[in-house]
């Protein structure tokens, strides 16, 4: 849908900007002063126009595909509770099976027997019949029969999977509060960033080739806080900074929405739920994820088309790169 809205904006798009020139020319030529302030002022708001109309499709995106959502998990709870009730009939038959019957022991006088039976010194009746263990075996066999198989073991599991989407992840708002290249390290960084806690977190980061230092001081950034603390040659780093790269080899931090403070937590629409304490390197959540986590043509970082948002105040981007990867 965003697709479509955004070529039917470019005819409007083309005519704006043949209005534009013509308005332009009219205007330095009555005041070649002030004709060029007031056309600045059109470009700029025709800018504004077009970036609004561009979020809007994306909204209108994020609503269609959180209906489909919502569909997809009916249809499941659906299949759950069929699954459930599948598992509940064996034990219902089992239960309503009449018990066994006993035989009582045979009474211990002495009369004629039958061919075929003989009694013991005791006075307990023998039956010399060869198939009476036979008789029984096929009886258990006929009841066993009788009741439909148990589900395999996996179906069994399917509701225990732990989810594997970007809602596991703690993706915070950060502020670079110093950054100084690492004493063992070369192209390697160390900052303290401010993540809305007690105290800022020391992360270690490739942040020392071509990139200046000092422009990154008191800028934000969007960290992945629930990585588990390890030791870089030295240093131990406490969380990770995102980037946005690019095939070419350039590099950005993630910038988080205008507004955005120290500790705002980045969420995606789609994707509810609570982040895990710590990541565990056996699940491989961030090795998993990552082919998923893009900047789209718009520079908005997403994860499968659901943008990274801090509610009430906007979107995360690159500050100039599009169409790259997030690590």
Same mark, same amino acid.
């Given at each position: 849908?965003?697709?479509l809205?955004? *070529?039917?904006?470019?005819?409007?798009v083309? =005519?704006?900007?043949?209005?534009?020139?013509?308005?332009?020319?009219?205007?330095?030529?009555l005041? /070649?002063?002030?004709?060029?302030q007031?056309?600045?002022?059109?470009?700029?708001?025709?800018?504004?126009?077009?970036?609004?109309?561009?979020?809007?499709a994306?909204?209108?995106?994020?609503?269609?595909?959180?209906?489909?959502?919502?569909?997809?998990?009916?249809?499941? *709870?659906?299949?759950?509770?069929?699954?459930?009730?599948?598992?509940?009939?064996?034990?219902?038959?089992?239960s309503?099976?009449?018990?066994?019957?006993?035989?009582? /022991?045979?009474?211990?006088?002495?009369?004629?027997?039958?061919?075929?039976?003989?009694?013991?010194?005791?006075?307990?009746i023998?039956?010399?019949?060869?198939?009476?263990?036979?008789?029984?075996?096929?009886?258990l066999?006929?009841?066993s029969?009788?009741?439909?198989a148990?589900?395999?073991?996996?179906? =069994?599991s399917?509701?225990?999977?732990?989810?594997?989407?970007?809602?596991?992840?703690d993706l915070?708002?950060?502020?670079? @509060?110093?950054?100084?290249?690492?004493?063992?390290?070369?192209g390697?960084s160390?900052?303290?960033v401010?993540?809305?806690?007690?105290?800022?977190?020391?992360?270690?980061?490739?942040?020392?080739? *071509?990139? /200046? =230092?000092? *422009?990154l001081?008191g800028?934000?950034?969007?960290?992945?806080?629930?990585?588990?603390?390890?030791?870089?040659?030295?240093?131990?780093?406490q969380?990770r900074? @995102?980037?946005?790269?690019?095939?070419?080899d350039?590099?950005?931090l993630?910038?988080?929405?205008?507004?955005?403070?120290?500790?705002?937590?980045?969420?995606?629409?789609?994707?509810?739920?609570d /982040?895990?304490?710590?990541?565990?390197?056996?699940?491989?959540?961030?090795?998993?994820?990552?082919?998923?986590?893009q900047?789209?043509?718009r520079?908005?970082?997403?994860?499968?088309?659901?943008?990274?948002?801090?509610k009430?105040?906007?979107?995360?981007?690159a500050?100039?790169?599009?169409?790259?990867?997030?690590?």
């Amino acid at each position: 849908m965003g697709s479509l809205c955004t *070529e039917g904006l470019v005819p409007h798009v083309e =005519l704006a900007h043949v209005f534009l020139l013509s308005l332009e020319a009219a205007l330095i030529k009555l005041d /070649p002063e002030d004709g060029k302030q007031i056309m600045e002022y059109f470009r700029t708001q025709a800018l504004l126009m077009k970036e609004k109309a561009l979020l809007q499709a994306s909204v209108r995106d994020q609503k269609k595909l959180l209906v489909e959502n919502g569909k997809l998990k009916k249809d499941i *709870e659906q299949l759950r509770s069929q699954l459930q009730e599948n598992q509940r009939r064996p034990k219902a038959l089992l239960s309503a099976a009449p018990p066994p019957s006993h035989t009582s /022991p045979a009474p211990t006088t002495h009369v004629n027997q039958p061919a075929g039976v003989a009694t013991n010194p005791e006075g307990k009746i023998e039956s010399k019949r060869k198939d009476g263990g036979k008789e029984g075996r096929k009886r258990l066999d006929s009841i066993s029969l009788s009741f439909p198989a148990r589900p395999p073991s996996d179906s =069994l599991s399917l509701g225990a999977e732990p989810r594997v989407d970007a809602s596991r992840l703690d993706l915070r708002v950060g502020r670079i @509060l110093s950054v100084r290249l690492h004493p063992l390290a070369e192209g390697m960084s160390v900052q303290e960033v401010d993540v809305g806690e007690n105290a800022p977190r020391t992360v270690v980061s490739k942040l020392g080739g *071509e990139t /200046p =230092l000092e *422009e990154l001081r008191g800028g934000r950034a969007v960290l992945l806080c629930n990585v588990k603390a390890c030791k870089m040659r030295g240093v131990v780093s406490q969380a990770r900074l @995102l980037f946005c790269s690019t095939p070419d080899d350039c590099t950005e931090l993630l910038t988080p929405p205008t507004g955005s403070t120290p500790g705002d937590r980045v969420t995606f629409l789609n994707y509810p739920g609570d /982040p895990d304490r710590e990541l565990q390197a056996k699940d491989r959540v961030w090795e998993l994820l990552q082919p998923d986590l893009q900047v789209d043509s718009r520079g908005v970082a997403n994860y499968k088309g659901c943008g990274f948002e801090v509610k009430g105040k906007g979107l995360c981007r690159a500050p100039s790169l599009t169409d790259g990867v997030i690590r």
